[in-house]
């Protein structure tokens, strides 16, 4: 977790997702950059005054929205103490992306070189973090996401919990994950009855993981009434965890909406960092 990438957008759970950043850089001494995210420009040609001056203040609108989430970003960098990057070098510190291009597809492409990209907690309200953002990283990244909680923790990855269901994708988030497992001071493997799917054990993943010399312990829950995603986040509350690692969308997108899934529940009530990869 040696390179960090943080979106920045005037969102109402911006300050959360940068104090999440700056923990995650103060503990790994990662590099961080930030950059403006916003929506493209609308793509209007002037054929006349009026279309004219509406691409003029669309313009206007964009350049001030570039300079908003760079002092954003400045500030908390600097109040975190932070320094700023000057090449290779020892500790965490930060640089800030100038002249990013808007639109999401930036952001799945420039994540692709980065350990992992913080993002906030996806909600349904207009002023939040926007779900096109985190399905750029995941879909488009190739790389892992971390999502902010709506307040930040004071620690992140003393414990540990694996939501382990045997998928590719839950593979991918320890695989991707192993530096922050390193660091565990506990890591619990969970799984779930109800949202298994066919592949590896719980228990042959804790033993794997113990062949690290990992603190590894493996719990599992049977069935309840509870769905998967509540039944992991009510463990993770109960054992203390601050970071869950969680597999994106093992079953399909379009299916988690319309019927609910367990990536789904943790995205719209997780309180605790969660890694998340595709």
């Given at each position: 977790?040696?390179?960090v990438l943080?979106?920045?957008?005037p969102?109402?759970?911006?300050?959360?997702?940068?104090q999440?950043?700056?923990?995650?850089?103060?503990?790994?001494?990662?590099?961080?950059?930030?950059?403006?995210?916003?929506?493209?420009?609308?793509?209007?040609?002037?054929?006349?005054?009026?279309?004219?001056?509406?691409?003029?203040?669309?313009?206007r609108?964009d350049e001030e929205?570039?300079?908003?989430a760079?002092?954003?970003?400045?500030?908390?960098m600097?109040?975190?103490?932070?320094?700023?990057?000057?090449?290779?070098?020892?500790?965490?510190?930060?640089?800030?992306?100038?002249?990013?291009p808007?639109?999401?597809?930036?952001?799945?492409?420039?994540?692709?070189?980065?350990?992992?990209?913080?993002?906030?907690?996806?909600t349904?309200?207009?002023?939040?973090?926007?779900?096109?953002?985190l399905?750029?990283?995941?879909?488009?990244g190739?790389?892992?996401?971390l999502?902010?909680?709506?307040r930040?923790?004071?620690?992140?990855?003393?414990?540990?919990?694996?939501?382990?269901?045997g998928s590719?994708e839950?593979?991918?988030?320890?695989?991707?994950?192993?530096?922050?497992?390193?660091r565990?001071?506990?890591?619990?493997?969970?799984?779930?009855?109800?949202?298994?799917?066919?592949?590896?054990?719980?228990?042959?993943?804790?033993?794997?993981?113990?062949?690290?010399?990992?603190?590894?312990e493996?719990?599992?829950?049977?069935?309840e009434?509870?769905?998967?995603g509540?039944a992991?986040?009510d463990?993770?509350?109960?054992?203390?965890?601050?970071?869950l690692?969680?597999?994106?969308y093992?079953?399909?997108?379009?299916?988690?909406?319309?019927?609910?899934?367990a990536?789904s529940?943790?995205?719209?009530?997780?309180?605790i960092?969660?890694?998340?990869?595709?």
């Open positions: 977790m040696k390179t943080v979106p920045t957008a969102h109402e759970l911006m300050d959360p997702t940068l999440t950043a700056i923990a995650l850089a103060r503990r790994f001494g990662s590099y961080v950059e930030g950059f403006s995210l916003r929506p493209p420009l609308a793509e209007i040609v002037s054929v006349d005054m009026v279309m004219g001056l509406t691409w003029a203040a669309d313009e609108a929205a570039e300079v908003q760079r002092e954003t970003f400045q500030s908390f600097d109040a975190a103490g932070l320094a700023r990057d000057a090449g290779q070098g020892e500790g965490p510190r930060w640089r800030w992306h100038a002249d990013a808007a639109g999401d597809e930036f952001v799945g492409a420039w994540a692709r070189i980065f350990d992992v990209t913080v993002v906030g907690r996806p349904q309200s207009a002023t939040g973090p926007r779900m096109a953002t399905e750029a990283v995941l879909f488009e190739g790389r892992p996401a999502i902010a909680p709506p930040a923790r004071d620690t992140i990855g003393e414990t540990i919990v694996v939501a382990w269901n590719t839950t593979a991918h988030v320890v695989g991707m994950g192993m530096g922050l497992l390193a565990a001071k506990r890591v619990h493997v969970l799984t779930v009855e109800s949202g298994m799917v066919p592949g590896p054990s719980g228990e042959a993943l804790a033993r794997a993981l113990q062949r690290h010399g990992l603190p590894v493996q719990v599992h829950i049977g069935p009434k509870r769905n998967a509540e992991i986040l463990y993770a509350e109960s054992v203390g965890c601050d970071l690692f969680k597999g994106a093992t079953q399909s997108r379009i299916r988690q909406m319309i019927f609910g899934g990536t529940h943790i995205l719209a009530n997780a309180t960092p969660v890694f998340m990869a595709h």
